[in-house]
Nanobody, 124 residues
Framework: EVQLVESGGGLVQAGGSLRLSCAAS????????IAWFRQAPGKEREGISC????????HYTDSVKGRFTISADNAKNTVYLQMNNLKPEDRAVYYC?????????????????WGQGTQVTVSS
């Protein structure tokens, strides 16, 4: 059974850091791709970062570039998102998503399976 479990969210002050984890099971990183998404209150879910497990190339949306870092541990089937210099506008539920059609970052519209999400709240 395919499963994604996010963890690491919480409440942090502006300028602080959090590290999110997405533990995957039931499939191999070699065949599918995982990315990080977030959904702020009243907004649509947006893709913010993805990583190619084969060559470790990464993509970030402009709003998180220079502050967030995605990484993957293939042996643990886990993808991480290190979030530094957090801002109040980063407040959202963060999800990892699974693209079962590609093993690389093919575009955020391809992801169709989600974890339960983890809440990130940033106080000003």
């Amino acid at each position: 059974e395919v499963q994604l479990v996010e963890s690491g969210g919480g409440l942090v002050q502006a300028g602080g850091s959090l590290r999110l984890s997405c533990a995957a099971s039931g499939f191999s990183f070699a065949y599918y791709n995982i990315a990080w998404f977030r959904q702020a209150p009243g907004k649509e879910r947006e893709g913010i970062s993805c990583i190619n497990s084969s060559d470790r190339s990464v993509h970030y949306t402009d709003s998180v570039k220079g502050r967030f870092t995605i990484s993957a541990d293939n042996a643990k089937n886990t993808v991480y998102l290190q979030m530094n210099n957090l801002k109040p506008e980063d407040r959202a539920v963060y999800y990892c998503g699974l693209d079962r059609g590609h093993y690389y970052c093919a575009g955020y519209g391809w992801y169709d399976y989600w974890g339960q999400g983890t809440q990130v709240t940033v106080s000003s």
